[in-house]
């Protein structure tokens, strides 16, 4: 008998007309065909320069040449209106942060394995290439501490600096000049969400395991050791330091090096609780060098085991153009570690720009940015610098210090080219454990434990990449630091691709509005009609399974509860399709599947708001024809009110 009566109801299903269908309803199926992948693509480009009138329509040619040379170069667009105040804050903004740049670009060279010069040729060109392509007022361009962390840490593995330095210093500039490019074709092509690929919380435990094993390898410099490892993972460094103790070492490194991170970290301190002395926290640094240098010098003290920096070269940025080997043996390796340091830089420059950008009200342009800091990189790779950034340390300073525009770069950039040419052969006794404190001083701002504190409370399994990427950089290595934090990331993705939210829907009383009955209890089911909603923006191969046979399962609950309880029956369901943007065949698939599975038990199904690839792929499978076009609709509520009319002639209840 139930099986008949089900062939009944099936007949009474096929017999349904629901003569009284909205209007709107139509507009689903009538909606134009979505663009295609390849006019997505050829838009993608011309779209960073289209430029139009008022009136909206195209605009002459010679207006687009000059909206692209502005797009290109937006010193072109602030220029016209750049005043003489804002030049003089600029000025004293630049002098500023040449204070602090030059002793923290050497140390920073240090950091990458390379000669204190390379780091001031780092804040000589790309600062100035970026002055004229950038966006962002305030931010900093130069060598930063992660950056030049990534650089020795992975090209080392390949070729030894302390044995072969010329090719080390190859394989940096091939490395900076393919992250330029790198950084410009993400730009150009719009790529910039493969930044988005390191979430938050994986860069926060990045910086943190970066930053102390920064400080750990500060230990060379602060002790004054001869032999160091090369590996940066926390146990070889703690070996390699306990193996050093045991030889004779001098205190006079310990003794200098500490005295000064404790005057710069105090400087600061002064800083940040005197605003108007912001300043005494810039000049710290440099300070420090000049002091301990005339230190050195007055008492001989590199004649007693104070290790020096010595010889420094002098003069302008020599061309590194014969240097960059596209050919070689080791150019895989090099576009490896230049994707990570490309990714891993317009990060933290883009978070630096946006975080100042937002302070000061206004939009930073992302693929903008991209394209600055990559012609930067190219163009520093060809004059003996290697891959630059924002530094968040340096960009603080720039905008307590007053400045209004890139202009306070040029400055930076012109003043470090006259430090290069005049001050080079001072800096012979600079002891190398000042440039370890100066490091060192720079290091907290990088560990962020208050943020990590806040993602263990708002997210448990963001914290696990935030987690795993702090454990990764600290106890392996950079490279199996990022790998876990993208590992856990997609991981997370996966997952909640896998299982995606299928919510059953009540309406609010009184109003039109349906909303899960598990997030908001008082909303009631309506009598007959089952509504679910889909909570996945891409119904796929990947989830297509689940979500069916959970919407089966709990038709069938429904059905065989209604049969015990001799309640009226489930005669119509609704599935809201609003956050279903697009579908694939096992997605169509499925619901066909559940079409047929529904129809079997004599209960009509219904679409609501299907997304517009989603509907333009149904019509083109012919889900829509199986279905009836008559059983899609533009809103939940439009579907319910039909269901309910088709069954009872009755309007929309709860």
């Known amino acids: 008998m139930e099986a008949a009566a089900a062939v009944g109801s099936s007949t009474n299903v096929s017999a349904f007309d629901v003569s009284k269908q909205p209007d709107t309803a139509k507009l689903v199926l009538n909606s134009p065909m979505p663009p295609s992948l390849r006019e997505e693509l050829t838009g993608v480009v011309g779209k960073a320069f289209r430029t139009r009138t008022p009136t909206g329509g195209r605009a002459p040619r010679w207006a687009w040449a000059l909206t692209a040379l502005q797009c290109v170069f937006p010193v072109l667009k602030w220029g016209r209106s750049y005043s003489l105040k804002s ?20 140390g920073y060279a240090n950091l990458a394995k390379l000669d204190p010069q390379y780091g001031l040729y780092t804040s000589v060109v790309p600062p100035l290439i970026y002055a004229v392509m950038g966006t962002s007022r305030e931010i900093a361009i130069g060598p930063v501490a992660v950056v030049s962390l990534l650089l020795s840490s992975m090209i080392q593995k390949i070729v030894d600096p302390a044995t072969d330095p010329a090719t080390y210093r190859s394989l940096v500039f091939t490395v900076t000049f393919l992250a330029g490019v790198f950084q410009v074709s993400f730009g150009l092509f719009r790529l910039g969400f493969l930044v988005d690929f390191l979430s938050h919380a994986a860069i926060v435990g990045f910086m943190g395991g970066a930053a102390i094993v920064i400080g750990l390898q500060q230990l060379k410099g602060l002790l004054g050791l001869s032999h160091f490892t090369n590996n940066t993972d926390v146990v070889s460094v703690v070996k390699a330091v306990c193996s050093a103790l045991r030889d004779p070492w001098h205190p006079g490194n310990f003794l200098i090096g500490c005295s000064f991170l404790i005057f710069i970290l105090t400087s600061r301190f002064i800083g940040r609780r005197y605003k108007k002395l912001f300043w005494l926290s810039a000049i710290s640094p440099l300070l420090s060098v000049i002091l301990s240098t005339a230190a050195v010098y007055a008492t001989r003290a590199d004649k007693h085991g104070v290790k020096i920096i010595q010889n420094v070269h002098s003069g302008v940025n020599p061309s590194s153009f014969k240097q960059i080997n596209l050919n070689g043996p080791y150019t895989a390796e090099c576009a ?51 891959v630059a950034t924002g530094s968040f340390s340096r960009t603080a300073v720039n905008f307590s210090a007053g400045a209004r525009s890139t202009m306070s770069n040029i400055v930076m950039s012109i003043t470090v080219f006259i430090a290069l040419e005049l001050f080079m052969k001072l800096l012979y006794y600079t002891p190398m454990a000042v440039l370890a404190s100066i490091i060192l001083s720079a290091l907290p701002g990088l560990i962020d434990i208050k943020e990590a504190r806040n993602i263990w409370k708002v997210d448990k399994m963001d914290f696990l990449t935030c987690l795993g990427a702090f454990v990764g950089v600290l106890f392996g290595s950079v490279e199996i630091g990022l790998a876990v934090a993208l590992a856990i990331s997609f991981a997370k993705i996966i997952i909640q691709s896998l299982r995606p939210q299928v919510e059953v829907l009540g309406r609010l009383q009184g109003t039109n509005i349906f909303c899960s009955i598990r997030q908001y209890p008082v909303a009631c089911q309506t009598p007959t009609v089952q509504t679910i909603r889909i909570d996945t923006s891409f119904l796929c191969f990947i989830n297509a399974t689940f979500v069916k046979e959970r919407i089966i399962e709990w038709v069938w609950e429904e059905v065989e509860t209604s049969d015990e309880k001799a309640k009226e029956r489930v005669q119509s369901l609704v599935l809201d399709m609003s956050n279903v943007v697009s579908i694939d065949t096992s997605g169509l698939t499925a619901l066909e599947e559940i079409h047929k599975e529904l129809a079997s038990l004599g209960i009509q199904m219904a679409i609501a708001s299907p997304g517009w690839q989603a509907i333009q792929k149904m019509k083109l499978s012919r889900v829509v024809d199986r279905v009836g076009e008559d059983w899609i609709f533009l809103t939940v509520g439009e579907a319910v009110e039909a269901c309910l009319t088709a069954h009872k002639g009755t309007s929309l209840e709860c």
């Open 336 to 386: 490896k570690i230049a994707i990570i340091c490309a990714i891993i830089a317009l990060t933290e420059a883009i978070a630096v720009g946006r975080s100042f950008a937002s302070i000061r009200g206004y939009r930073l342009d992302g693929n903008k940015e991209m394209l600055a800091m990559g012609f930067s990189n190219v163009a520093g790779s060809l004059s003996s610098c290697y």
């Open 87 to 106: 030049f003089r804050s600029d000025v004293m903004a630049g002098l500023t942060l040449a204070s602090l740049g030059i002793p923290q670009s050497i």
